[in-house]
Structures are given as structure tokens and as C-alpha cells.
């Protein structure tokens, strides 16, 4: 026990000069000014890495066309529902931009300073998940650009893991993690510089494709015009529903980037910096990606003859089917390696800076004497190897259907914490007591644990449950009321445990409503702007005016 309690003692998060005033540790505690470098531009170029200009982006196309949608059905879904995201990621991000603090610190607020962790724990089971599957994808990238350099690359096609990868598959997995490993030495705040990179390289690629197969096929392809080889359309009232789910679908598919905005909008200059941003890059880049998507992919059928039957959705496989069609010229192994460089560069954004912060933070609130941002990386990376993504993206359909509708779940713990925030209450912290798990804390509840959170959740889920639970079984079968509830699973779910939560705390009122620090305890706001009785604090956003009897809770009680 001596020798475990020294390798602890070795390996312990070092403390910063915060590190008295609550349980964290640097990444957890409110963000100092000098560590705030996100303004709009940044914001724009986060959301065109991790949000649209990259592989999911480009293949938003194909899980809507599944619905029974023809293409533009499609974009009108995607238009509705990415405003819509683009809305709710400004209101999810709003508690980070203000009080610079990250998703997890949050969810203390309104789950408890113990009851935060069924949301957490929950969230990296998701990341481990989506970070090992955006490894695969970039890992792809890697292997169609050493085929373009190398067409002998493609023969390393030994069968493993039950056929659902190949020696080639593998190696390219191993080179795609040692590439991205140098990347986590990067702090969050210090993105811009990669982050243009990126967005100089990945832009032009997708529009320069986009001309070329256009101009190759002497048109849009045929799905523009004709779904039916691909799905079967829809009509009638399942129409109208389709079109429900794909709007929702747009929403579910990206629900966790909305849940966890705080943990990117902590680093905002200003709260104000995050808005305009997200409301317009959001839509419009989601829009752009994924109807270039849909239009090569219409295009590869027609150019690629040899591919009959197999629709090359994600831009790794077009790429490799061209230089493949051309028989290996130099021309189209050129024009596979760019484009997979390109790629490649995005998924880096989509590893390292979407999942792996969101997880990394998740660890640093979990076990903040054991991990920071950095140290969480690592572990998700070698987490990657165990979670076998070839296996859940070649061999688990379902699973990745129960993981594509975890909307489910995720919109009524998102309904949670909008109610608490802006209507409970009323945008405003204690942040010292947010980072001490006593009772003494406001946030303590019973026993660390906040039962209206929990049970808002659940009436939120509930609803939705046999509706999912019939999607995952059959989607051809409809269960009259139930499935049209799970169509809606997202807003309904965040509208019902919103106003459950509130009606509770209504019944039982939350106690600290409207307490703040009476002074600046981490620093967070500059030593200039202190939070004290009656000021203003307009250079950072928070113009709220605290009366003397918001800022003593122990005299409140």
C-alpha cells in the first residue's frame, strides 16, 4: 500500500497557486484572462474543423438519403436542423463563455458536486467511442495516401479481426496515432495557429473535388434527380415523418458538440465572441459540406462503373476509387494524396481538439489530483486500440445505431441544465463553492446529489424510450405514437425535462439562487475587475449588479 501511495504521490496533477481554494486542478478551475484567446475568427475555424469541413460533414448525406429523403429533402433538413443547432450551441455555450468553466463544472450546478458524475462518466463513455472511431477514419486517410505514393501499399490485405480490417488497415491505424500523439502538447488556447492550417488545406480540397467530378460527370449525377437506386422513397405521411426525423436526426447526430460547447466557449475573450460565430458557421458550413458530399458521391456512381453497388460516401474511399479507375497514374495518385493530406489534417482537429479535450476535461474532473487535458489524451488514445473501432464500423450496426439515437438521452440532460441556468438561476454562480464537495457548498443538495436533475431526466427519457427501442429493432415498423415521439426524440425530450425541472424547483426551491463569490477567489475576471458588492463587470460580459443580499449566502439562510 506504501509503494502505491508513493507512485501516486509521483505521478500527482502539481498544484498551481489555485490549488487551495477547491478541488481541481489547472484545467478545471476558471480560466485566468491569459489563458482566453478564442474571438470570432477562432470560433469560426473551430467549427469548420470539428463541425462540417471534414469526413462526418461530408457524409451527412448518406444517413438522410436512408430515410426515404431524395436529395433535396434532404438539404432542407439539414438547413432547419443546423440552425437549430447553431441556436442551441450558442444557449449550451453561454455558462462557459461567462464564467469560463468547462462542461463538467457545470453539470455540478445542476446535478450535484457528486450527481455531476452520471453525466460525465456517460459523455466519455461517448467520447472513447467517437475518438477511436475518428482515429479509423483518419487512419483511412493515412492508408489511401500511401497507396497513392506507393500502389503497392494495397496488397498488405491480410484478413484480420474477423475480416473487419486488413494488415494494411492496422498499420495505417499505428501511423495515424503516431502522427496526432505530438498534437496533444498543444494547449486548447494555443488552436489558431492548427486550426488555420487545417481550414487552408481542407477548404479548397472540398471544392476543387466538388468541380472536378462535376465537370468529369457533366452534371450532378443522378441522385440529384433520382434516390430510387439507393433508397426507397417515401411518401405520404411517412414523408412528413421522415422529414421530422432527418431534421431531428441533423440535431442527435451532433448533440453531444452541442452539450459540451462550454468546454470550447470557456476560452472566449468576451461571452458575446461565441454568438454570431456559431449562428452563422454552424448552418452554413454543414449545409455547404454536406451537399458537396451528396453530389460527388452522385457523381462517383456514374464516373466509377466499376464500383456498381457500392456508394462511396466517405471522401477516402472516392479518392482511392480514383486513382484506382485511372490505373494508378501519376495524375490521380497526385490528386488522392492531396486530398487525403487534407483529410488527414482535419481529422487531427476532429481527434485532438473535439473529442480528445472534451474527454481530457471529463478525466480532470473525474480525478483532478491524477489527470489534466493532456494526460486524458493519452489514455483515450491507447483506449483506441481497445475499443476496436473496425469492429463497432464493420461489424456492429446496431450498436452504432443505439449510438447514433443517444440523443435520447442526451436531450433531456441538455433540457437539465438549460433550465438551471437560465431560468433557475438566472445565469448566475458561486463558482468557490462549485469546486468544494461539502455540505457546506451550495451545490450540495442531498448528500452531493441534486434528485430533481435526475428526475426531469427521466421524464424526459421515458417517452422517448419505446419509439428508440423499436428504431433500433426495425425501422420499418412503426409503433403508432411511440415512434413519432422518438422522431421528435431531441427537442422533446430537452422541452419536457426543461419544464419538469423547473416545476420542481418551483415545489422544492434550490437554496444559493442568485449567489455569487463576493470577491474574484481564482482570479478569473483580473485583478482589476473584482466581484464585489455593487459593480459592474461589463469588460468581461458579466453586467449583472449584485445586491448585498446576493452575496452572503450564509446570511441568506
Known sequence: MDKVNHLLRRIEVKPDGRSTKGQGNEDTFPLPPSRRTFGPWEFITLWVITGSFNIGGWTTGSSLIALGLNVWQCMVTVIIGNILVGIFCVLSGAPGAKWHIGFPIIQRACWGIHGFRFVVVQRFFLACIWFSTQVYWGAQCVRTLLTAMSPAFANLDTPLANGTMTTGDFVSFILFTIMYLPLMWIKPERYRIPFLISCILVIPTIFVTLIWFVVTAKGGGSFLHDVSAVSTQAHGSRLGWMMVLGICTNISTISVHIYVQSDYTRYARKPKDQILAQLVMVPLGTIVVALIGIICTSCAAQIFPEKEGTLLWAPYSLFGALQEHYNNSPRSRAAAAFGSISFLVAQFGMVVANNGVSAGIDLSSLFPRLFTIRRGMYLMSALAFITQPWQLLNGASKFLTVLGGYGVFLGPMTGVMFSDYFIVRRRLYKLSDLYHASPDSI???????????????????????????????????????????????????????????????????????????????????????????????????????????ELDYEKRV
Open 443 to 549: 451545490y450540495w443538495f442531498w448528500k452531493g446529489f441534486n434528485w430533481r436533475a435526475f428526475a426531469a431526466w427521466a421524464m424526459g427519457v421515458w417517452i422517448t424510450l419505446p419509439g428508440f427501442a423499436q428504431w433500433v429493432q426495425n425501422s420499418e415498423i412503426t409503433l403508432q405514437g411511440w415512434s413519432q415521439m422518438y422522431y421528435f426524440s431531441w427537442p422533446l425530450g430537452t422541452l419536457l425535462s426543461m419544464g419538469t425541472y423547473w416545476a420542481l424547483c418551483q415545489l422544492r426551491p434550490v437554496e444559493g439562487v442568485g449567489v455569487v463569490d463576493a470577491e474574484d477567489v481564482f482570479g478569473t475576471f483580473g485583478s482589476s475587475h473584482g466581484m464585489v458588492e455593487g459593480i459592474e463587470i461589463e469588460e468581461d460580459g458579466i453586467s449583472d449588479v449584485m445586491q448585498p443580499h
